[in-house]
């Protein structure tokens, strides 16, 4: 064979190999594409309070991202942690508080610091009309009243656990809950006559329950951390997300649900 057929023969092979290449690398379900953009599904496990903000903020995230889907997973923030410790397959967590966030990050679970994104402060919700004319933290505890909180482990019941303390009341819930969401129902079907809940939850369902504001509240804001996780199936997906959370857009939506900025 002649010197040029050699290298003719040589040229084809490249060629074919890098054509297998490109083609090996064409899966991108999970993860980013190859020019830098963000596809494939985004799994963001969240606070039960993040339910309204962070699907509107998942749906704006997809618009921005063309071949993007986020799922979305909310529960208690204890709860979500215990998943991801135990390799539940999540790109991003939302946690409600610093604390379930630590559990994720001190079992090297996060990739990179968490960084907070938004505040929330605690209101006691009452059916429209207060029948039982809650007025603040005092009235909870008494004779009649029943009340919700959230369980201590999750973030908005350690955060009742302190505004109580703060004002020195000492009440027994009827029920604690599991997360936010389910405090708030119980006052919505009419089975306590209040619950401690965030602000953003009781805006959320102000055509059912009202928010009596008290000054004890401001004793436990709750700051709410994001992080990409260290396994996630789509870093790319992940850090976007998170980097989208703290964007102009995101930020409008966090404030107009009753969030507080960092």
Known sequence: MSA??????????????????CGAGGDQSSGGADDGRVTGTVTVFAAASLTESFTRIGKDFEAAHPGSTVTLNFA?????????????????????????????????????????FARNQLVIAVPRGNPAAVTGLADLSRPGVKVALCANQVPCGAAARTALDAAGVTLTPVTLEQ????????????????????????????????????????????????????????????????????STP?????????????
């Open 4 to 21: 040029r057929a050699v290298r003719t023969a040589v040229a084809a092979l490249v060629a074919a190999v890098a054509v297998a290449g």
């Open 76 to 116: 208690g923030s204890s709860a979500l942690a215990n998943q991801i410790n135990q390799g539940a397959p999540a790109d991003v967590f939302a946690s409600a508080s610093p604390t379930n966030m630590t559990t994720v990050t001190k079992a090297g679970a996060a990739d990179g610091a968490p960084s907070v």
């Open 179 to 246: 997360d936010v969401k389910g405090a708030l129902a119980k006052v919505k079907l009419g089975e306590v006559d209040a619950a401690l809940v965030y602000r953003t939850d009781a805006r959320a369902a102000s055509a059912d329950v009202t928010g009596v504001e008290f000054p004890e509240s401001a004793r436990a804001i709750n700051d709410y951390p994001i992080v990409a996780l260290r396994d996630a199936p789509n870093p790319d997906g992940a850090r976007a997300f998170v980097a989208y959370v703290t």
């Open 250 to 262: 995101a930020r409008a939506i966090l404030a107009e649900a009753g969030f507080q900025a960092p």
